[in-house]
T-cell receptor, first 109, second 116 residues
Framework: AQRVTQPEKLLSVFKGAPVELKCNYS??????LFWYVQYSRQRLQLLLR??SRESIKGFTADLNKGETSFHLKKPFAQEEDSAMYYC???????????FGRGTSLIVHP | ETGVTQSPTHLIKTRGQQVTLRCSSQ?????VSWYQQALGQGPQFIFQ???????GRGNFPPRFSGLQFPNYSSELNVNALELDDSALYLC???????????????FGPGTRLTVL
């Protein structure tokens, strides 16, 4: 069975500090990994997916198959990054995504 | 371009009742997925419909059922409501069911269901 673990319910940093939101997964095949974000009073939306290898709003995430991790990183946090972040996994060829419990990121001024 | 809409916004039911939640897909999208999000949890996949056919199902009992209509709007029906069904129900539409070019999901605002 596939599983996504986000060990931190809450991550609190100051503006300008580096931020890393952790995501570990359990899946034996070739996974497809995603990060979703939900800003206050807004809808859940896709932030980035590992196969795109892109940087969105300064965030990057690298899939580490050896450590089964897909941590989300940003070198300098901004107040507008404060949001709920969800890591999600889809197994190759499946339409069924598995979400983690989410991490609330608070960036203080 | 119209985004995903859901109705109603909030709903209160009693145990044993039945409920129907509605979702209108984003223009041009033929795939809709439904999720249940309990308080403090991530979304949990219920099922997906592609061109009016169920295309995948999560670990939910048969009393959770759905429909997708020719205009690609969708319904989620839950029979014999239980207290644990209290949650936020999210609908998401996409251009298609699979592949990075088409499966990006656009979420609606959700329906908050409370079962007493």
């Amino acid at each position: 069975a596939q599983r996504v673990t986000q060990p931190e319910k809450l991550l609190s940093v100051f503006k300008g500090a580096p931020v890393e939101l952790k995501c570990n997964y359990s899946y034996s095949g070739s996974p497809e990994l995603f990060w979703y974000v939900q800003y206050s009073r807004q809808r859940l939306q896709l932030l980035l997916r590992h196969i795109s290898r892109e940087s969105i709003k300064g965030f990057t995430a690298d899939l580490n198959k050896g450590e089964t991790s897909f941590h989300l990183k940003k070198p300098f946090a901004q107040e507008e990054d404060s949001a709920m972040y969800y890591c999600a996994l889809k197994s190759g060829g499946s339409y069924i995504p598995t979400f983690g419990r989410g991490t609330s990121l608070i960036v203080h001024p | 371009e119209t985004g995903v809409t859901q109705s109603p916004t909030h709903l209160i039911k009693t145990r044993g009742q039945q409920v129907t939640l509605r979702c209108s897909s984003q223009s041009g999208h033929n795939t809709v997925s439904w999720y249940q999000q309990a308080l403090g949890q991530g979304p949990q996949f219920i099922f997906q419909y592609y061109r009016e056919e169920e295309n995948g199902r999560g670990n939910f009992p048969p009393r959770f059922s759905g429909l997708q209509f020719p205009n690609y709007s969708s319904e989620l029906n839950v029979n014999a409501l239980e207290l644990d069904d209290s949650a936020l129900y999210l609908c998401a539409s996409s251009l298609g069911p699979g592949g990075p070019g088409t499966d990006t999901q656009y979420f609606g605002p959700g329906t908050r269901l409370t079962v007493l």
